[in-house]
C-alpha cells in the first residue's frame, strides 16, 4: 500500500499539469469560428494563444514527468534541463 500512494504522490503533479490541456478547449472552438468566419486577425490570434499554451503544458508535462521518474528511482539522475521554469515564463 506504501508503494501504491508513493507512486501516486510522485505522479499527482503531473496529473495536475494537464489543466494546461483542459482549461483552453474553448480556444480550439474560437479558432474554429474565426475559421469558419474567415477572420484572419481573431484566427492568428487565438491559435497563437492556443499554441503558447501548449507549448508550455507539453513542456511542463516532460519536466514532471521526468521528475517523477527520479523521484520513483526510474531514473538517477534529474531531468538536465529546469523544463518547469522554462514553461513557467
Known amino acids: 500500500m ?9 505522479w499527482a503533479p503531473v496529473l495536475k499539469s494537464a489543466a494546461l490541456f483542459v482549461l483552453p478547449l474553448p480556444l480550439t472552438i ?7 468566419s474567415g477572420d484572419m486577425t481573431q484566427l492568428l490570434t487565438t491559435s497563437g494563444a ?6 508550455a503544458g507539453v513542456l511542463s508535462w516532460r519536466a514532471l514527468v521526468g521528475e517523477a ?7 538517477t539522475d534529474p531531468p538536465a534541463l529546469p ?5 513557467n515564463a
Open 50 to 55: 492556443l499554441a503558447s499554451l501548449w507549448s
Open 69 to 75: 521518474r527520479y523521484l520513483l528511482g526510474e531514473r
Open 30 to 36: 474560437a479558432v474554429l469560428l474565426a475559421l469558419i
Open 2 to 10: 506504501t508503494e501504491l500512494l508513493r507512486k501516486g504522490l510522485a
Open 83 to 87: 523544463l518547469k521554469l522554462i514553461s
